[in-house]
Nanobody, 126 residues
Framework: QLQLVESGGGLVQPGGSLRLSCAAS????????IGWFRQAPGKEREGISC????????KYVDSAKGRFTISRDHAKSTVYLQMNSLKPEDTAIYYC???????????????????WGQGTQVTVSS
């Protein structure tokens, strides 16, 4: 079973940047579409972005467009989420997940993805 590991979270000031990484433990995520999601305290898990296994297609939810960028490096079997201009409301646990596709905007949804990491905490605060 595919196991995913997120890293790169931490405490950052408003306006700052972070780059999250998602890697597979004991396997490769190169054959999967990968999505990034987040869950703030008391809120449902929400989608941010996804990328196809070929990196030919990326999708973003409206709130992420212009600030967040998803990418992947097949040589390192790693998917990244570059987050810029961070706001306090971006504070959440961030998860990556693997699934079969990222073709439509509706695919940026937790129900579309099968394998999940444990998450990494991102806190935006001064």
């Amino acid at each position: 079973q595919l196991q995913l590991v997120e890293s790169g979270g931490g405490l950052v000031q408003p306006g700052g940047s972070l780059r999250l990484s998602c890697a597979a433990s004991g396997s490769t995520l190169n054959y999967y579409a990968i999505g990034w999601f987040r869950q703030a305290p008391g809120k449902e898990r929400e989608g941010i972005s996804c990328i196809t296994y070929s990196a030919g297609t990326t999708k973003y939810v409206d709130s992420a467009k212009g600030r967040f960028t998803i990418s992947r490096d097949h040589a390192k079997s790693t998917v990244y989420l570059q987050m810029n201009s961070l706001k306090p409301e971006d504070t959440a646990i961030y998860y990556c997940a693997a699934g079969p596709r990222c073709a439509y905007s509706d695919d940026v949804h937790p129900r579309r993805f099968d394998y999940w990491g444990q998450g990494t905490q991102v806190t935006v605060s001064s």
